[in-house]
């Protein structure tokens, strides 16, 4: 084990030791473990504030008292398990689910040596013949897969909530730290229902997983244009190549209301995330990214191994189990029971969830209509929305006599989405909106379905795009218009947003507007 260079990169930020080509706990902290998978007879452990004790004893086994925890974290344990949630809820915990925790840590060591000796003979569908599967550090700029099973990755976030992963060098290798004890310190620092919340989804999890363990995987992408012609990276396009482009633009469907992740369709679920992933999902944050992490806590694993995301990069999660039901948003997010995933599965065991992670400019203002970061966020969705097993297909798009011919295949994956870069991050929702639907075709993706959650700025994108659609514009001719308007805006020769500055085109005495609409989605794809 010890020569295996995949395990080598990520030894320092797991909790195990390795040593004579074994990976093991201390002896200390296996009889505590083994305490506490006796139940609290045994242990003692029956209230959060003995819970965070038995915490800050294996992490003095551990050697990471060095590396101190949030400083109200012990308030935090406390609060939520002795004052928040029921006597009956935290005796179900106390007697079941932690044990159950204890137990899956005592055999974390075994279960990553079984995974490393199985990972060398897996290859992911969709991913070219002889890349890597197995648990390593995903290096900005190094595009790779790692397959997890469910029961390791439920091993490793129960090593989260007993803070037992050191931090020291995370910071310094563009990490987030990953234990739990900033989500339970924000807790008891700054109280509100939707950090409870949070943290009642993570309790959920837990508790689910105990009762009948998932036996499925997930793998976790990087990808990464480039420019180097590696059949491993996704094509780096230029403007000039984006402004060349006739492919043809994929249906466009708007949906007023309803959630991306709700969508009933196999399609790449966009992530509006952070270039750290997961964003402030561990800590106070609870916006779109985070709220997903949260019902789908299988995500979080995706943060111990992966680094913050350049602007050419993008992070495909396939097979995440969503288990928890929520109402709210934000400062209004509640926790509102169990969610049961009917979501099919595939040859790898992966259910056929299929998130993309993509990090849009922040607080760009006026700088977003400059050519230069038009590209970069029309490119950063191509990242995410390409199938990076089809490289090649994408290198001969972007060369003038060959990109007219291509074609749809039948029954490929779509793109759902909605205002991605709009919220905090303060993009131009119009803008954002053209650009995902131009990356979402030139990436052959058969159709984009946009929820708009009633943003007032897209009123009219169903009408605009309808109109498009009706007069056949290809992707270089959409681009150029967005690249027009562009610079009208960056030389201030016009205030107007985008689709009022295409109004003299959609005009109500245009002909084509009274003709029927372009074709649309199935019924089983329509908003709901």
């Not at 989405?417 to 058969?446: H, M, T, V, Y």
């Not at 009219?460 to 109109?467: I, N, R």
Request: hydrophobic share 40%; net charge negative.
């Amino acid at each position: 084990m010890e020569n295996r260079e995949d395990l080598n990169s990520i030894l320092e930020f797991l909790p195990v030791v390795l040593r004579s080509s074994a990976l093991f706990w201390p002896s200390q902290v296996v009889e505590a473990l083994k305490a506490l998978s006796k139940g609290p007879q045994h242990s003692k452990v029956d209230s959060g504030e003995v819970l965070f004790l038995a915490i800050s004893d294996l992490r003095n086994s551990l050697n990471l008292s060095a590396d101190p925890l949030a400083f109200s974290t012990a308030d935090g344990f406390s609060l939520f398990f002795d004052d928040l949630i029921s006597r009956s809820e935290a005796n179900k915990w106390f007697e079941g689910t932690l044990p159950a925790l204890a137990d899956s840590l005592l055999r974390l060591p075994s279960m990553l040596e079984a995974h490393y000796t199985g990972a060398d003979s897996i290859t992911c569908v969709g991913a070219r013949a002889g890349l890597k599967t197995s648990l390593r550090l995903l290096k900005s700029q190094e595009p790779g897969i790692v397959l997890l099973s469910q029961e390791l990755i439920g091993a490793l976030l129960a090593s989260s909530f007993f803070c037992l992963f050191p931090n020291t060098s995370r910071g310094a290798n563009h990490l987030q730290v990953i234990n739990f004890d900033h989500l339970f310190a924000t807790l008891y620092d700054n109280y509100n229902e939707k950090q409870e919340s949070k943290i009642k989804c993570i309790i959920h999890y837990f508790e689910r997983i105990h009762s009948s363990m998932p036996r499925g995987n997930v793998s976790f992408e990087r990808k990464v244009l480039a420019d180097n012609h590696n059949l491993n990276y996704i094509p780096y396009p230029k403007v000039e190549s984006w402004s060349k482009s006739v492919v043809s633009l994929c249906l466009f469907e708007v949906c007023s209301s309803g959630l991306i992740e709700d969508t009933s369709k196999e399609a790449l679920e966009v992530d509006f995330a952070n270039k750290y992933l997961g964003g402030g999902a561990l800590t106070k944050g609870c916006v779109q990214e985070e709220i997903r992490f949260m019902i789908s806590p299988e995500l979080i694993a995706g943060m111990l191994f992966l680094p913050s995301m350049a602007d050419n990069e993008a992070i495909e999660v396939i097979g995440v189990e969503r288990f928890s039901k929520y109402t709210g948003y934000a400062s209004s997010f509640r926790f509102s029971g169990d969610f049961m995933d009917t979501k099919d599965i595939d040859m790898m065991k992966r259910h056929k969830t299929r998130i993309i992670a993509i990090d849009a400019l922040v607080n760009p203002g006026e700088r977003q209509y400059r050519h230069e970061f038009l590209l970069r966020e029309i490119n950063k969705a191509f990242c995410g929305f390409c199938d990076s097993s089809k490289s090649e297909k994408y290198e001969k798009l972007f060369k003038d006599d060959e990109n007219s011919d291509v074609k749809f295949e039948e029954d490929e994956i779509g793109i759902v989405s909605g205002n991605w870069g709009c919220g905090a991050f303060g993009g131009d929702p119009e803008i954002k909106a053209i650009l995902q639907w131009l990356a979402a075709s030139q990436a052959l993706r058969p159709f984009m379905v946009y929820y708009t959650f009633s943003m007032e700025a897209l009123e009219t994108l169903e009408k605009v795009t309808k109109w498009i659609m009706l007069h056949k514009w290809n992707v270089g001719d959409l681009w150029n218009m967005v690249m027009e308007y562009s610079f009208q805006r960056s030389k201030r020769e016009t205030g107007i947003g985008f689709f009022n500055w295409l109004l003299p085109l959609l005009s109500s005495h245009d002909p084509m507007m009274l003709d029927s609409p372009p074709q649309t989605l199935s019924k089983d794809l329509e908003c709901k």
